[in-house]
């Protein structure tokens, strides 16, 4: 409405980027991870419609879980080793740095939702198993299985194949040659370990979402089913503060996907925004998340997208065979849709 197109005209700055590069910047504005063209689309009508960055966040994301984005958001995708989909997700407010957050969650299919409601209606921040389903059909959410045929095929195909790729180590029998079921080996002998993701470029995992509405406020959320055949209990980055996202209305906000294993020992997303703190622009806040990431794990998978509290956002991969970009998604009112952008990786 006009209310809006005013302030947006207020707030069209030039961010004069390090290489001296104008990149134009406006509020409000919304990123999110991978070619999910539906979800920009839906948290943008949200603010277009009047609502508040969260909702935009906790839609935009749920869009993904009821459309099972690339099979790696919501029902039905990345069974783990019993053949069980479960659910994590996370929400945040830039606001008042609240936090809410589900892991393992079972047999409830709006994960984002879920969350939402651990910062509406208690004083934690994350809930996790069978406990967070519980939460959640209090909070009035059905009961729905998550399987499905596909889910079943999956599974049924990885047992065949001697249930390979998994994520087990320094095992009996040999993880890399049976189903198990395992057992610690007596004297360890540590083989190194294999950092090198599992997963190709092709098999997206996360939908990340950051929202920085008219105002400069932030908000930013996460919703995925895991990394496929995982060991039940497995929680990876994207319901942690700090790593799968994080959102603060004095910076800005950054978003994580990938090998959640291995980016949240580095709270990716905290760092790059602690980064536009300092006043790095947003694509190089994302450029030396990365950097920093493989020094230790040169052939990790991942990819971080980041916005700061002018409307500037960037965003960062880490080259790998089979992932050389990274593509996500932008919506501003510099652009006339939401729109697909590619950056090369690093």
């Known amino acids: 409405g006009g209310r809006h197109s005013v302030a947006v005209v207020l707030l069209l700055l030039a961010v004069v980027t390090p290489a001296g590069a104008v990149s134009a910047a406006a509020l409000p504005v919304v990123i999110n991870t991978w070619a999910f063209r539906t979800a920009a689309e839906t948290a943008w009508r949200v603010l277009e419609l009047g609502g508040s960055e969260l909702d935009a966040v906790e839609q935009g994301c749920g869009q993904c879980e009821i459309d099972q984005c690339d099979g790696s958001v919501g029902y039905g995708g990345s069974p783990d080793e019993s053949g069980e989909t479960t659910l994590d997700a996370m929400i945040m407010d830039g606001n008042t740095m609240e936090v809410g957050a589900v892991a393992d969650l079972r047999r ?56 390979q790729p998994n994520y087990w180590k320094n095992v009996v029998p040999d993880s890399s040659k049976s189903c198990g079921p395992y057992k610690r080996r007596e004297e360890a002998t540590y083989k190194e370990e294999q950092t090198s993701s599992q997963r190709s470029g092709h098999n997206h995992d996360t939908i990340g979402m950051v929202v920085i509405g008219v105002s400069g406020t932030v908000a930013s959320g996460t919703s995925t089913n895991g990394a496929i055949h995982k060991i039940p209990g497995r929680v990876g980055d994207s319901p942690i503060a700090g790593a799968g996202s994080y959102a603060d209305s004095t910076a800005g906000g950054a978003a994580a996907t990938g090998d959640g294993d291995i980016m949240m020992r580095f709270l990716p997303s905290y760092q790059a925004v602690e980064y536009m703190r300092m006043g790095t622009d947003p694509t190089v806040a994302c450029q030396k998340v990365i950097s920093r990431i493989q020094k230790y794990a040169p052939k990790f998978f991942g990819a971080i997208i980041c916005a700061n509290t002018t409307g500037s956002y960037g965003a960062a991969c880490n080259k790998i065979p089979g992932f050389t970009q990274f593509h996500f998604m932008v919506s501003s009112p510099l652009l006339s849709r939401p729109t697909e952008l590619v950056v090369d990786c690093i």
């Not at 198993?129 to 990885?158: H, I, R």
């Open 108 to 163: 409830v299919k709006n994960a984002i939702g879920v969350a939402r409601k651990v910062i509406e209606y208690t004083k934690h921040t994350l809930l996790v198993g069978e406990s967070a389903s519980l939460f959640a059909v209090k909070m009035g959410f059905p009961y729905e299985d998550l399987t499905t045929q596909k889910s079943l095929s999956l599974y049924s195909e990885w047992l065949n194949q001697s249930c």
